[in-house]
């Protein structure tokens, strides 16, 4: 993966990345670093469900910071994508989008660099903590009742549940509850997935995963 990576980014910017790079921090040391920042705060918090962090920043001396400059734009995207794939391919989950952001930090040296991460969730809702026997949805450790019938999802505010995530439409779909409870997508961009099968409808039952974007969320059903 590291090599794919390396191999994207020479191709982009046709081996200026080597050329800058030669004695100073290289992009793919960054991106290792991520990927053990990955594993090192991995958390168990349910069978076969493994939380690690979506936001990551990159500390960088002043000098290699102001040689990534030209490409940072480009870089983060790379980044991004890196993470990303590690996380599936890891079966990780996220509690909201990926981001990682490179700083500029004026107490480190040249080559050297720091990594700081932290699990966030990119889902809001203004319904209360579910009561005993309540069905909801679980992001993370933060648990949201669902309180309609319809519970609309998505990252616009008509949606009952927010989900900060550029790949989640505004009104992305819908949960219904009944017997069975389903979950329905409503003409999304990126579409839905139910435990890890791309859906456009699906029964939920409890420990059900629903993905919409790179935003996970786990019903129950109370």
């Known amino acids: 993966m590291l090599d794919r990576f390396e191999d994207r980014l020479d191709r982009m910017v046709n081996g200026a990345f080597a050329r800058a790079f030669k004695a100073e921090v290289q992009p793919v040391e960054i991106a290792a670093a991520l990927q053990r920042e990955m ?3 991995a958390a168990v918090v349910a069978r076969g469900r493994t939380v ?28 991004i994508t890196l993470v990303t794939d590690y996380a599936e391919q890891q079966s990780y989950t996220v509690l909201g989008p990926i981001q990682v952001d490179l700083a500029r930090d004026d107490s480190l040296e040249t080559g050297i660099f720091r990594i700081h991460s932290e699990a966030r969730s ?7 903590a579910p009561l005993p026997g309540q069905p909801s949805l679980t992001a993370g450790l933060v648990h949201h009742a669902l309180v309609h019938p319809v519970t609309r999802l998505g990252r616009g505010n008509e949606a009952d549940i927010r989900v900060d995530d550029p790949g989640v439409s505004r009104v992305h779909c819908e949960v219904v509850l009944g017997a ?7 003409g999304s961009t990126n579409g839905l ?15 059900s995963s629903i993905t919409i974007g790179q935003t996970t969320l786990i019903y129950r059903s109370g």
């Open 180 to 186: 069975p409870t389903v979950v329905r997508d409503l």
């Open 39 to 41: 594993d090192d705060r």
């Open 193 to 207: 997935s139910v435990d890890g099968t791309r859906v456009t409808q699906a029964s939920l039952v409890d420990g």
């Open 52 to 79: 690690v962090p979506n936001l990551f920043i990159a500390d960088l001396s002043p000098t290699d910071d102001e040689r990534l400059s030209v490409y940072r734009d480009t870089l983060e995207r790379e980044l």
């Open 122 to 128: 990119g889902v809001t809702a203004d319904s209360p």
